[in-house]
C-alpha cells in the first residue's frame, strides 16, 4: 500500500491552521480587549505576556499558506481569488498589529495612544476577516474550468459576516484566559469578570454556527445526523457543553490557568466540527483532497521539507514559552 501524500499534506496543512488559531488568536485578543483595559499600566503590562512570542506564532499562518501552495495549487487559486479583499484586509490587520507592537514601546506617553488604536484596529480587523474568509469557504467556492467564476464581493453574506463577529468573541476569550494565567492583580481581577460573558456569548455562537451550517447544506446535515454518525459525533457537542461547565467552574473557583486550557479546548472543538462537516473536501462544495492535490513527484518532494522544518518549530516555539513562563509584573518589560 502507497503513502497517501494528499492525505498528509491535508493533515499538516490543518495542523499548521489549528496552530495559529490556538496561538495568534490570544494575543489578537489581547487587542480586542484593550479597550477594556483602561489603565496604560495595565495595557503595558498585557501586551508584555505576548511581546516576546506573538510574531514566531504567526510561523504557522506561513507554513499554512505555503503548504496549500505546495500541495493543493488549485484550493490556493480559488481561494485567493474569490477572497483576496478579506485577505488582504486580514494581513493589512496584521501589519498594523506588528507595527503598534514596535512603535508603541518607543512611543513617547503624549504618543503612545495611537499605537494603541493602531493596535486595536489591526487586531479587530484582523479577527474579523479571518473569521469571514472562515465562513466564505465553508459555504462553498464554485469551481468553473480549474478557476473561481464569481464575483469580488460574493463573500459579503449573512453567514461569513456571522463568522467574523464569531471569531471575535471566540479570540477575546483567548485573550482574556491568557491575561487570567499570565498576570495578576486588578488586571486579573478584571479578566476573570470579563471572561464569564464572553464564553457564553461563544457558545451562544457555537450554537448558532452548528444549525446553520446543516441547515444551509444537506450533505452536512446527513453527516451529523445520521445514524450511527450521530453517536459517532456526538462526542464533539458534549464536550463543549462539558468545556463551558468546568470553565464556568474554574473562573468560580479563581484558577488562572484551567480556564486558558479550557478556551484552547473549546477553539479546538470548534475547529474539529468544523472539519468533519467539510471531510474529504479541501474545497467545498464538492472537490476532495485527492482531486485538488499537486503531482506525487511536488508532494514527496516538499513533504521532506515539511518534515524537517516542522520539528524546528516546534521545538523553537516550546523553548520560547518555556524561557517566558510565569507571570507578568508591572516593571517586565519589552525593550
Same mark, same amino acid.
Request: glycine fraction near 10%.
Given at each position: 500500500?502507497?503513502?497517501?501524500?494528499?492525505?498528509?499534506?491535508?493533515?499538516?496543512?490543518?495542523? %499548521?491552521v489549528?496552530?495559529y488559531?490556538l496561538?495568534?488568536?490570544?494575543d &489578537?485578543?489581547i487587542?480586542?480587549?484593550?479597550p477594556?483595559?483602561?489603565?496604560?499600566?495595565h495595557?503595558?503590562?498585557a501586551?508584555?505576556?505576548?511581546?516576546?512570542?506573538?510574531?514566531?506564532?504567526?510561523?504557522?499562518?506561513?507554513?499554512?499558506?505555503?503548504g496549500? &501552495?505546495a500541495?493543493f +495549487?488549485l484550493?490556493?487559486?480559488?481561494?485567493?481569488?474569490? &477572497?483576496?479583499l478579506? *485577505?488582504?484586509?486580514?494581513?493589512?490587520?496584521?501589519i498594523?498589529?506588528?507595527?503598534?507592537?514596535?512603535?508603541?514601546?518607543?512611543a513617547?506617553?503624549h504618543?503612545?495612544?495611537?499605537?494603541?488604536?493602531?493596535?486595536?484596529?489591526?487586531s479587530?480587523t484582523?479577527?474579523?476577516?479571518?473569521g469571514v474568509?472562515?465562513?466564505?469557504?465553508?459555504?462553498?467556492?464554485p469551481?468553473?474550468? %480549474?478557476?473561481?467564476?464569481?464575483? +469580488?464581493?460574493?463573500w459579503i453574506?449573512?453567514f !461569513? *459576516?456571522?463568522? %467574523?463577529?464569531?471569531?471575535?468573541?471566540?479570540?477575546?476569550?483567548?485573550?482574556?484566559t491568557?491575561?487570567?494565567?499570565?498576570?495578576?492583580?486588578e488586571?486579573?481581577?478584571?479578566m476573570?469578570?470579563?471572561?464569564r460573558?464572553l464564553?457564553?456569548?461563544?457558545?451562544?455562537a457555537?450554537?448558532?454556527?452548528s444549525?446553520?451550517?446543516p441547515?444551509r447544506d !444537506?450533505v452536512?446535515?446527513?453527516?451529523?445526523f445520521s445514524f450511527?454518525?450521530?453517536?459517532?459525533?456526538?462526542?464533539?457537542p458534549?464536550?463543549?457543553v462539558g468545556?463551558?461547565?468546568?470553565?464556568?467552574?474554574?473562573?468560580?473557583r %479563581?484558577r488562572?490557568?484551567a480556564?486558558f486550557?479550557?478556551?484552547?479546548l473549546?477553539?479546538?472543538?470548534?475547529?474539529a466540527?468544523?472539519?468533519?462537516s467539510?471531510w +474529504?473536501n479541501?474545497? +467545498?462544495?464538492?472537490i476532495s483532497?485527492?482531486?485538488?492535490a499537486a503531482?506525487?513527484q511536488?508532494?514527496?518532494?516538499a513533504?521532506?521539507?515539511?518534515l524537517?522544518?516542522?520539528?524546528?518549530?516546534?521545538?523553537?516555539?516550546?523553548?520560547?514559552y518555556?524561557v517566558?513562563?510565569?507571570?507578568v509584573?508591572?516593571g517586565?518589560?519589552?525593550?
Amino acid at each position: 500500500m502507497g503513502i497517501d501524500l494528499p492525505l498528509i499534506w491535508a493533515l499538516i496543512i490543518g495542523f %499548521g491552521v489549528m496552530m495559529y488559531v490556538l496561538m495568534d488568536g490570544f494575543d &489578537l485578543g489581547i487587542g480586542i480587549l484593550y479597550p477594556f483595559i483602561p489603565d496604560r499600566h495595565h495595557r503595558d503590562v498585557a501586551m508584555n505576556t505576548v511581546a516576546p512570542v506573538w510574531d514566531g506564532n504567526e510561523t504557522w499562518l506561513v507554513l499554512g499558506g505555503a503548504g496549500l &501552495l505546495a500541495a493543493f +495549487p488549485l484550493v490556493y487559486s480559488v481561494v485567493l481569488t474569490a &477572497l483576496y479583499l478579506p *485577505l488582504i484586509f486580514m494581513l493589512l490587520g496584521l501589519i498594523f498589529r506588528g507595527i503598534a507592537f514596535e512603535f508603541r514601546f518607543k512611543a513617547r506617553d503624549h504618543e503612545r495612544h495611537i499605537w494603541d488604536k493602531a493596535f486595536i484596529g489591526g487586531s479587530f480587523t484582523a479577527t474579523f476577516f479571518q473569521g469571514v474568509v472562515l465562513g466564505a469557504y465553508v459555504s462553498g467556492l464554485p469551481v468553473e474550468n %480549474g478557476a473561481y467564476p464569481g464575483g +469580488p464581493l460574493d463573500w459579503i453574506a449573512p453567514f !461569513p *459576516l456571522f463568522t %467574523g463577529v464569531a471569531l471575535v468573541f471566540a479570540y477575546a476569550l483567548l485573550g482574556s484566559t491568557w491575561l487570567i494565567m499570565k498576570t495578576e492583580g486588578e488586571l486579573q481581577f478584571r479578566m476573570f469578570h470579563l471572561t464569564r460573558p464572553l464564553m457564553w456569548i461563544l457558545l451562544a455562537a457555537i450554537a448558532v454556527i452548528s444549525l446553520w451550517t446543516p441547515l444551509r447544506d !444537506p450533505v452536512i446535515a446527513e453527516r451529523w445526523f445520521s445514524f450511527p454518525n450521530i453517536v459517532w459525533f456526538s462526542p464533539v457537542p458534549l464536550l463543549v457543553v462539558g468545556a463551558a461547565l468546568l470553565m464556568q467552574r474554574a473562573l468560580a473557583r %479563581g484558577r488562572p490557568v484551567a480556564p486558558f486550557l479550557l478556551a484552547l479546548l473549546l477553539m479546538f472543538l470548534g475547529y474539529a466540527g468544523l472539519a468533519i462537516s467539510g471531510w +474529504p473536501n479541501i474545497l +467545498p462544495p464538492d472537490i476532495s483532497i485527492w482531486e485538488a492535490a499537486a503531482p506525487p513527484q511536488s508532494l514527496g518532494f516538499a513533504l521532506v521539507g515539511a518534515l524537517l522544518i516542522i520539528p524546528f518549530i516546534l521545538m523553537y516555539t516550546a523553548f520560547a514559552y518555556y524561557v517566558f513562563r510565569g507571570k507578568v509584573r508591572p516593571g517586565d518589560g519589552y525593550h
